[in-house]
T-cell receptor
Framework: EDQVTQSPEALRLQEGESSSLNCSYT??????LFWYRQDPGKGPEFLFT???AGEEKEKERLKATLTKKESFLHITAPKPEDSATYLC?????????????FGTGTRLTIIP | SAVISQKPSRDICQRGTSLTIQCQVD?????MFWYRQQPGQSLTLIAT?????????ESGFVIDKFPISRPNLTFSTLTVSNMSPEDSSIYLC?????????FGSGTRLTVV
C-alpha cells in the first residue's frame, strides 16, 4: 500500500531562517509527487509536481527536490505569509489508478 | 488552470439529515474526485466520479452514505446522508489539471 510520511509535524521559524520539510514515500511505482500549500479554512493550493529522481522545481522562496525515497521542500528566507500547512502526495503508476495518497502535512509558522 | 466553485463553504447540520455539496468546474474534465479531511488529519479520497458512469468508491466509503452525481463534464455533487457527528469534516472536490490537481475551497461541515 502506498504511504507518505511528512516531517516534522510542525515547524516554527524566524523570518529569514531557511529550512527544509521532508516527505518520505513508499509507492509501487511513482507517476508523480505533488506539493501543496493549505491555508486554514481553504482547499489545498497546488505548488509543484515532480516526476523523477533528481528533478528540482522552484517557485519564489520554495524549491522542491526528489529522490527515489523522499522529497524535500526547501524554503529560503521565509516570510510570515509563507505560514501554512504544506502537504505532500504521491500518485502511483498503476494504469487507471488516479488516487492520490497524502501525507498528514507540516504546519509551518514563520515568526516576524 | 481550472477553477472550481464549491458550495456551500460551510454548514451546521442536525444529525440524521443530509447535505448535498456542489462543485462546478470552469472547463470540461473527465474525472472529478471527492475527498474528506477530518480535523487534524490529511486528505482521504472518498470516490472518483466519471461522467456517465457510477462513481468508484474507496475502501470504507459506500454509495448509500455518500451518493455522488455527475450529470455532465463540469459538475458533480456529493451528498452526505444520515449524518452523525463523526461526519464533521471538510469535504473537497478536485480535478486533474495541467499535471497537477486543482482543489475546490472546501465545505466545512459540522454535525450537531
Amino acid at each position: 500500500e502506498d504511504q507518505v510520511t511528512q516531517s516534522p509535524e510542525a515547524l516554527r521559524l524566524q523570518e529569514g531562517e531557511s529550512s527544509s520539510l521532508n516527505c518520505s514515500y513508499t509507492v509501487s511505482g511513482l507517476r508523480g509527487l505533488f506539493w501543496y500549500r493549505q491555508d486554514p479554512g481553504k482547499g489545498p493550493e497546488f505548488l509543484f509536481t515532480l516526476y523523477s529522481a533528481g528533478e528540482e522545481k522552484e517557485k519564489e522562496r520554495l524549491k522542491a527536490t526528489l529522490t527515489k525515497k523522499e522529497s524535500f521542500l526547501h524554503i529560503t528566507a521565509p516570510k510570515p505569509e509563507d505560514s501554512a500547512t504544506y502537504l505532500c502526495a504521491v500518485r502511483p503508476t498503476n494504469f487507471g489508478n488516479e488516487k492520490l495518497t497524502f501525507g498528514t502535512g507540516t504546519r509551518l509558522t514563520i515568526i516576524p | 488552470s481550472a477553477v472550481i466553485s464549491q458550495k456551500p463553504s460551510r454548514d451546521i447540520c442536525q444529525r440524521g439529515t443530509s447535505l448535498t455539496i456542489q462543485c462546478q468546474v470552469d472547463s470540461q474534465v473527465t474525472m472529478m474526485f471527492w475527498y474528506r479531511q477530518q480535523p487534524g488529519q490529511s486528505l482521504t479520497l472518498i470516490a472518483t466520479a466519471n461522467q456517465g458512469s457510477e462513481a468508484t468508491y474507496e475502501s470504507g466509503f459506500v454509495i448509500d452514505k455518500f451518493p455522488i452525481s455527475r450529470p455532465n463534464l463540469t459538475f458533480s455533487t456529493l451528498t452526505v446522508s444520515n449524518m452523525s457527528p463523526e461526519d464533521s469534516s471538510i469535504y473537497l472536490c478536485s480535478v486533474e489539471n495541467l499535471g497537477g490537481y486543482t482543489f475546490g475551497s472546501g465545505t466545512r461541515l459540522t454535525v450537531v
